[in-house]
């Protein structure tokens, strides 16, 4: 699989669970869906996550490449 794919697909993932469990939370706390707030927690972790698996699988390549 690509670097690229895996990243987007970690980052979708990441950020539709971290979504969910927001959402999960708010329900419990007898607060109503907020449909912004579940975008923006979906956006925010997803690019975090899809930056920061770039970056480690970019450096784990440049690890693997130097050791042969």
């Known amino acids: 699989m690509s670097d690229t794919r895996q990243s987007v697909l970690?980052?979708?993932?990441?950020g539709l669970v971290y979504?969910?469990?927001m959402a999960g939370f708010d329900y419990y706390e007898d607060q109503?869906?907020?449909?912004?707030?579940?975008?923006?927690?979906?956006m925010i972790i997803g690019l975090f996550i899809g930056f920061y698996?770039?970056?480690k699988?970019?450096?784990?390549?440049?690890?693997k490449?130097?050791?042969?």
């Open 10 to 14: 970690a980052g979708l993932i990441s």
């Open 19 to 21: 979504s969910l469990i």
């Open 32 to 42: 109503q869906f907020s449909l912004k707030n579940f975008v923006v927690n979906f």
């Open 53 to 55: 698996t770039t970056y």
């Open 57 to 63: 699988l970019r450096k784990q390549a440049k690890t």
């Open 65 to 68: 490449d130097k050791n042969g």
